[in-house]
Every structure is written in structure tokens, then in C-alpha cells.
């Protein structure tokens, strides 16, 4: 990741236009900002969310509320709560999200 000519700035979360995004079940509400070539975004996943695909691209996300259970393609699977993070690069292994209770993540990619 490069961060380059961006300037010093405050975003105010609540005024960024929310996009749906269907799952294969539930729905995530993403509000995205653009800086440079990062994409940042503040993620609402509803209770009984699914992931309707296999991400390959790289993230680094952090849970900030409810529960978050990732799937890497391998089959291995991991329960993120508040706190917690992942980070992944580009390609490296594919995952999808899931959560029964919804979750709010903040994710840079």
C-alpha cells in the first residue's frame, strides 16, 4: 500500500452517501471514500449477512461492533469481535464474511 499526495483531512462518516450491496443473504450498506488509489470504507453488514462471492482482493479491516466470521476458501474460518483485525493481500487467499448478528467494520483497500 502507497500513500502518496494526500493531504491532511477529516471525514465525517455520516454525511458519506450509504451504497446496498445483496448478499447471498442480508445486505451490506457501505459508505466509501477515495483517497489516492485507497479505497476506505465503513461497512454495516445486517444480521444473517452472507458474502454472495470469494474475495481475492487484499483488505485490512477492523470489527468495531457485533461479530464478524470470515471463510478462507481453504476452509479455515475465523471469528473476529470488536478489536480484532484482519489483513490480507492481493490474491494472497480468497475469503468471504459472514455474520449472524450484523457487524460495523472499517476497511482500507
Request: hydrophobic content about 35%; aromatic content about 10%.
Amino acid at each position: 500500500m502507497q500513500m502518496h499526495d494526500i493531504g491532511f483531512g477529516v471525514t465525517d462518516w455520516s454525511a458519506v452517501p450509504v451504497t446496498e450491496h445483496p448478499g447471498v443473504s442480508g445486505v451490506a450498506h457501505w459508505r466509501t471514500q477515495h483517497f489516492g488509489s485507497l479505497r476506505v470504507r465503513m461497512v454495516t453488514y445486517s444480521p444473517g449477512y452472507l458474502a454472495d462471492h470469494w474475495c481475492r482482493k487484499g483488505h485490512i479491516l477492523l470489527v468495531l461492533d457485533g461479530q464478524l466470521d470470515t471463510e478462507l476458501e481453504d476452509g479455515r474460518t475465523f471469528t473476529l469481535r470488536p478489536g480484532h483485525s484482519y489483513q490480507v493481500a492481493d490474491h494472497a487467499e480468497a475469503h468471504r464474511s459472514s455474520t449472524a448478528g450484523g457487524a460495523r467494520l472499517f476497511i482500507v483497500d
